[in-house]
């Protein structure tokens, strides 16, 4: 177990004491973090006394403190999982030879990259979410908000750590760029699409929380094989935190439609949405837009960068070990490509394809999610299944991007698209109609807003009347 240091200005278990260096240019570099977070992370409630969980350490257990802790004041920190003995690259053309603990000079370039796209969406989805306090449906949702802003914050410390650490001036550069560009600004935005429209609405966050913060995961997952072994332990502990994000959106998700489904059973007659509640069809469209803008943020199908990437041992697929076959020179991958107006199936070679191999992962384990939300309206006993909409459905990047298909994959001409889009996508009445719900925080102890059920339970063992954000 790697030495902590709690006490020190940037609490981290990277001896950052004994690289002066490095330690001064960091603490230099936390002002500026800090008066982003003020200007631009939540809305109204920097002084309010929230019950956060802190990283104090990267030990597998007991590696977090909970306590109240005003958003300001949060001990943002670095923390890399502990090294493996020997490391060595686990795929790609230099399997089996050690891994780097400094970045090689040909890698230099495609690895900052890699560093400053994963950076740039951490702070880019606390901006995004900046007003949702302000509608939040209980205390507890408004601490698990905070819970997951404040996270994303300490992920940005992370690649700003190894932005300082292995990147000298550019690095430096990139760390201040990561707090001067603003989610949807239009003369300098984030840099990947997803992250540049607001969230205003909470069935949003808890389908960016299922489903792009899994999109997280799976990159974090690739990146934790990286042979660039500072951005292995990194990511590797990054994911410890994500798991959290990901609950929040498979038990919010749960409870809308437990609240609804609960609502359909015992007044059959009366529609969901007619006494305030998000009827089904209408997390079905937002399951569709979240899943489809969230399958983009993996890149094409076919990609060269993404062989490259494996082939220089830089970023590997989620769980290496799992696969037989490391190398991956030889075999192919078979897809649907558009051809002539219809799809054909055609095997292309298998490192090209790792973005889609690394996608199917994740469509994977998204399933097991809208699983359980099935779950819990087949026990209500009403007949109404959620689905997750095809590969195709709704993509901008990639080999789909620009063709129209239905959420079950049937291929559309561009008039039935636009004619059906309202019924796949969702649409200004949608929205207005959660705006109408959703238009004043909930902030009673233990009090849910209408239209979401309660919790299970409540935070490490504290009940759900519990008052996690308080103001005194
Ligand atoms: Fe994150
Ligand atoms: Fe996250």
């Known amino acids: 177990m790697s030495s902590i240091a709690t006490n020190e200005k940037i609490?981290?278990?990277?001896?950052?004491?004994?690289?002066?260096?490095?330690?001064?240019a960091l603490e230099e570099w936390q002002p500026n973090f800090r008066k982003w977070w003020v200007e631009m992370g939540p809305d109204g409630f920097q002084e309010h006394d929230v019950w956060l969980r802190t990283a104090i350490s990267a030990d597998s257990d007991g590696w977090a403190h909970f306590d109240y802790v005003k958003m300001p004041d949060y001990r943002w920190g670095i923390f890399l999982a502990d090294p493996v003995q020997d490391r060595t690259i686990g795929f790609?053309?230099?399997?089996?030879?050690?891994?780097?603990?400094?970045?090689p000079g040909e890698h230099r370039n495609a690895l900052r990259r890699l560093i400053v796209t994963q950076g740039d969406t951490e702070p880019a989805s606390v901006e995004q979410q900046r007003q949702l306090g302000l509608t939040c449906p209980s205390?507890?949702?408004?601490?698990?908000?905070?819970?997951?802003?404040?996270?994303?914050?300490?992920?940005?410390?992370?690649?700003?750590?190894?932005?300082?650490?292995?990147?000298?001036?550019?690095?430096?550069?990139?760390?201040?760029?990561?707090?001067?560009?603003?989610?949807?600004?239009?003369?300098?935005?984030?840099?990947?699409?997803?992250?540049?429209?607001?969230?205003?609405?909470?069935?949003?966050?808890?389908?960016?929380?299922?489903?792009?913060?899994?999109?997280?995961?799976?990159?974090?997952?690739?990146?934790?094989?990286?042979?660039?072994?500072?951005?292995?332990?990194?990511?590797?502990?990054?994911?410890?935190?994500?798991?959290?994000?990901?609950?929040?959106?498979?038990?919010?998700?749960?409870?809308?439609?437990?609240?609804?489904?609960?609502?359909?059973?015992?007044?059959?007659?009366?529609?969901?949405?007619?006494?305030?509640?998000?009827?089904?069809?209408?997390?079905?469209?937002?399951?569709?837009?979240?899943?489809?803008?969230?399958?983009?943020?993996?890149?094409?199908?076919?990609?060269?960068?993404?062989?490259?990437?494996?082939?220089?041992?830089?970023?590997?697929?989620?769980?290496?070990e799992r696969y037989d076959d490391h190398v991956a020179l030889d075999p192919s991958f078979e897809m649907l490509v558009p051809k002539d107006g219809a799809l054909v199936r055609e095997a292309v070679p298998m490192r090209t394809a790792m973005n889609e191999v690394l996608r199917t992962s994740y469509v994977e384990d998204c399933q097991r999610g809208v699983d359980k939300w099935n779950k819990?309206?087949?026990?209500?006993?009403?007949?109404?299944?959620?689905?997750?909409?095809?590969?195709?459905?709704?993509?901008?990047?990639?080999?789909?991007?620009?063709?129209?298909?239905?959420?079950?994959?049937?291929?559309?001409?561009?008039?039935?698209?636009?004619a059906k889009r309202g019924e796949f996508l969702p649409t200004d009445e949608d929205r207005a109609f959660l705006g109408s719900i959703m238009s004043r925080a909930v902030t009673e102890p233990g009090k849910m807003a209408h239209w979401i059920a309660a919790p299970k339970k409540g935070i490490k063992g504290k009940p759900v009347e519990f008052e996690y954000v308080r103001h005194d």
Do not use: C
């Open 376 to 418: 819990t309206i087949a026990e209500l006993g009403v007949p109404f299944e959620l689905t997750l909409p095809s590969s195709r459905f709704n993509r901008q990047v990639g080999l789909y991007a620009g063709l129209h298909f239905a959420p079950d994959g049937r291929a559309l001409g561009a008039a039935e698209w636009e």
């Open 11 to 24: 609490p981290n278990n990277v001896s950052l004491a004994s690289d002066r260096r490095l330690q001064r």
């Open 92 to 103: 790609g053309d230099d399997m089996g030879k050690p891994a780097w603990q400094e970045v």
């Open 139 to 320: 205390l507890y949702d408004l601490r698990n908000l905070f819970q997951v802003n404040v996270e994303e914050g300490r992920h940005l410390w992370a690649m700003v750590y190894l932005l300082h650490s292995h990147f000298g001036r550019d690095g430096r550069e990139e760390a201040e760029a990561l707090l001067e560009r603003r989610s949807g600004n239009a003369d300098n935005p984030r840099i990947l699409g997803a992250f540049n429209a607001p969230m205003l609405d909470w069935l949003s966050f808890f389908m960016f929380t299922y489903f792009t913060d899994r999109d997280g995961k799976y990159q974090l997952l690739a990146l934790a094989e990286s042979a660039f072994d500072p951005l292995s332990r990194t990511t590797r502990f990054m994911l410890t935190e994500e798991a959290h994000h990901m609950f929040v959106g498979e038990t919010g998700v749960q409870r809308v439609v437990e609240r609804t489904a609960q609502h359909m059973r015992d007044q059959k007659d009366v529609e969901p949405r007619s006494v305030g509640l998000i009827d089904l069809p209408m997390v079905q469209r937002y399951i569709n837009y979240w899943f489809s803008i969230s399958l983009d943020l993996f890149g094409g199908e076919i990609s060269s960068n993404a062989a490259q990437y494996f082939a220089s041992g830089l970023k590997g697929r989620a769980h290496e």
